[in-house]
T-cell receptor, first 111, second 115 residues
C-alpha cells in the first residue's frame, strides 16, 4: 500500500536555525505532493505543492521543498525559522484525489 | 470568498449515541472529503464525495457514513459511538476538475468527545 513517511515526529529549534523536515513516499508513478501546515488553534492550510515542472518549489512564509524523484522524497526547508513557525507540518501525496498523509511533525521554535 | 464551514465546532456525546456533522464547501467546489484527526493516528481519510457520489472510501467501519447534497454540502454520520471515536473531524473541499492539482481547503473541524 502507498504510504508517506515523515522522519521526525517532534523537532525543537531555536530562532534563526535552519530547518529541514523529511518526507518520503512509496509510489512509483506520477504524484502530486503537498506540505500542509496547522498552526496552533487554526485549520490546516497549504504551505506548498508540487505537481510538475521545477522540482524546487517555493511556498508561503519562506518555505521551500525539493522533489527528488529518484529518492521518492519531498523535503521541506527553511533557511531561518521564526517563533511563528511553531506548528504541525504534514506531508501528503495525492493519488487519484485521495491524499495519503504522513503522521506529521510538530515543530517548536524556541524564542 | 467564504471558506469551508463545519458545524458544530464542538460536541460531546456518550457511547452508543449517534452524531451528524455538517460541512459547507467553498462555493464552486464539488468535492468534499472527510478526515479524522487524532494525536496518535494523525490524519485518516474517511471518504470523499463528488457530485453526490462517494468516490473514495478509507478503512473505517460501516458506522461511519456520509452523503452529499445537490448543493455540494455534505454530512457525515457516526452511529453507535465508541470512546475511540473521539477526534477532530475535518472536512476539506476541492474543485475536483481535470485541472485540479488536488489541493484541499480545510475547515476548522468538528471536535467530538465521546464519554
Amino acid at each position: 500500500a502507498q504510504s508517506v513517511s515523515q522522519h521526525n515526529h517532534h523537532v525543537i529549534l531555536s530562532e534563526a536555525a535552519s530547518l529541514e523536515l523529511g518526507c518520503n513516499y512509496s509510489y512509483g508513478g506520477t504524484v502530486n505532493l503537498f506540505w500542509y501546515v496547522q498552526y496552533p488553534g487554526q485549520h490546516l492550510q497549504l504551505l506548498l505543492k508540487y505537481f510538475s515542472g521545477d522540482p524546487l518549489v517555493k511556498g508561503i512564509k519562506g518555505f521551500e521543498a525539493e522533489f527528488i524523484k529518484s529518492k521518492f522524497s519531498f523535503n521541506l526547508r527553511k533557511p531561518s525559522v521564526q517563533w511563528s513557525d511553531t506548528a504541525e507540518y504534514f506531508c501528503a501525496v495525492n493519488l487519484n484525489y485521495q491524499l495519503i498523509w504522513g503522521a506529521g511533525t510538530k515543530l517548536i521554535i524556541k524564542p | 470568498k467564504a471558506g469551508v464551514t463545519q458545524t458544530p465546532r464542538y460536541l460531546i456525546k456518550t457511547r452508543g449515541q449517534q452524531v451528524t456533522l455538517s460541512c459547507s464547501p467553498i462555493s464552486g467546489h464539488r468535492s468534499v472529503s472527510w478526515y479524522q484527526q487524532t494525536p496518535g493516528q494523525g490524519l485518516q481519510f474517511l471518504f470523499e464525495y463528488f457530485s453526490e457520489t462517494q468516490r473514495n472510501k478509507g478503512n473505517f467501519p460501516g458506522r461511519f457514513s456520509g452523503r452529499q447534497f445537490s448543493n455540494s454540502r455534505s454530512e457525515m454520520n457516526v452511529s453507535t459511538l465508541e470512546l475511540g471515536d473521539s477526534a477532530l473531524y475535518l472536512c476539506a473541499s476541492s474543485l475536483r476538475t481535470s485541472g485540479d492539482s488536488g489541493e484541499l481547503f480545510f475547515g476548522e473541524g468538528s471536535r467530538l468527545t465521546v464519554l
